[in-house]
């Protein structure tokens, strides 16, 4: 089976305040090789955070001569058509790509139409505790480039995903993406009637907690979900990657 693993530079943190994507890069996998790459920069048509500066280092004078994403995201799309996309931090890289695929006229990507490697890590790797890109490919043995870049970081991942699926095959791949869109799901109905539903979580040291919930919503904050709760009495944040089960 074939993935393309892809990652974006941005020139902030947030397209729903105007941020855009300044740097697009990806990798095909073909029987657990990396087979071919995809890499552009791309002129975002206005200033980049001091911020993304200081982790990209991706300057102005390297984006003047940049295609636009007018340009860009139809080689983009032709690179990815008839394969599962994949992506760490899937949220954030996603908010972005269909920010500007809306703003072309063009249809996004369902969030549930791109496998998200932070979660099967999370899944794979209970006890890790800390799940940044970088700490789950040393623990799994993975060279890291530190210039942070849309294509290194796309090779990062990509290795990453090759492991883990190693370890958990297809079909824990399968079961992981399904049960975290299922649970999405199963509070988004419990929200809109307004009842509780008991939870199974993964706490901070990797046991397994159980709480009798109301959901109050979900939100995204910095490219990951965030279910917003109540407990007996008290308001909870629970990443959607730690939830196990919702019943």
Not at 81 to 108: H, I, Q, V
Not at 203 to 216: F, K, M, R, S, Y
């Amino acid at each position: 089976m074939q993935y393309i693993v892809f990652d974006l530079e941005t020139t902030g943190l947030s397209p729903f305040s105007g941020d855009r994507i300044c740097e697009i890069g990806a990798v095909r996998i073909t029987d657990g090789k990396i087979t071919d790459k995809f890499w552009t920069l791309v002129n975002p048509e206005r200033e980049l955070s001091f911020a993304a500066y200081r982790v990209n280092r991706i300057t102005p004078d390297m984006l003047e001569s940049a295609p636009k994403i007018s340009e860009v995201l139809p080689e983009f799309l032709d690179f990815v058509e008839g394969t599962k996309l994949a992506a760490y931090n899937a949220g954030f890289d996603l908010s972005f790509l269909n920010m500007e695929l809306r703003n072309l006229g063009m249809n996004p990507i369902p969030d549930g139409q791109v496998i998200d490697i932070y979660i099967l890590a999370k899944k794979l790797l209970p006890n890790l505790g800390f799940y940044p890109l970088w700490n789950v490919a040393k623990n799994l043995k993975v060279r890291v480039d530190t210039s942070h870049r849309a294509l290194a970081d796309a090779i990062v991942a990509a290795e990453i995903f090759i492991k883990l699926l190693d370890q958990g095959g297809e079909d824990i791949l399968f079961r992981v993406h399904m049960d975290y869109h299922k649970n999405r799901k199963l509070l988004e109905q419990a929200f809109k009637e307004r009842r509780s539903v008991k939870i199974k979580f993964r706490g901070d040291e990797g046991e397994v907690l159980e709480e009798q919930i109301i959901p109050l919503g979900i939100i995204e904050e910095l490219g990951q979900e965030v279910l917003k709760c109540e407990s007996r009495g008290r308001k909870m944040s629970l990443p959607l990657t730690i939830i196990m089960e919702v019943c």
